[in-house]
């Protein structure tokens, strides 16, 4: 496991933006997947965006073509910009790193969350 801190949350108007930021204690760079979550008030969690070791994004549709994730592993830091901002991605954000145990992917370790709040 690795220890993930997320960062970069607050309260933003409707079509701001904002970075989240999540920085890992150890290697988040070969073999693993990052992932950002989201979990809003009486809904289930749900993935936003995942990037690969490769580099291989993907993106829920809800967020396709606002967010946009990045990695940079010489800082063993993941990155969600959030663009045009709305009021439903009002959420608590949570990254987490991913990998594949049996044939299985699972996160093994998981940030504490940052809250995202967009309201005017």
């Known amino acids: 496991q690795v220890q993930l801190v997320e960062s970069g949350g607050g309260l933003v108007q409707p079509g701001g933006s904002l970075r989240l930021s999540c920085a890992a204690s150890?290697?988040?760079?070969?073999?693993?997947?990052m992932d950002w979550y989201r979990q809003a008030p009486g809904k289930q969690r749900e993935l936003v965006a995942a990037?690969?070791?490769?580099?291989?994004?993907r993106y829920a549709d809800s967020v396709k073509g606002r967010f946009t994730i990045s990695r940079d592993n010489a800082k063993n830091t993941v990155y969600l910009q959030m663009n045009s901002l709305k009021p439903e991605d009002t959420a608590v954000y949570y990254c987490?790193?991913?990998?594949?145990?049996?044939?299985?992917?699972?996160?093994?370790?998981w940030g504490q969350g940052t809250q995202v709040t967009v309201s005017s």
């Open positions: 987490a790193r991913g990998t594949v145990v049996g044939g299985r992917y699972e996160n093994d370790s």
């Open positions: 990037i690969t070791s490769m580099d291989y994004t």
């Open positions: 150890g290697d988040i760079s070969s073999r693993y997947t």
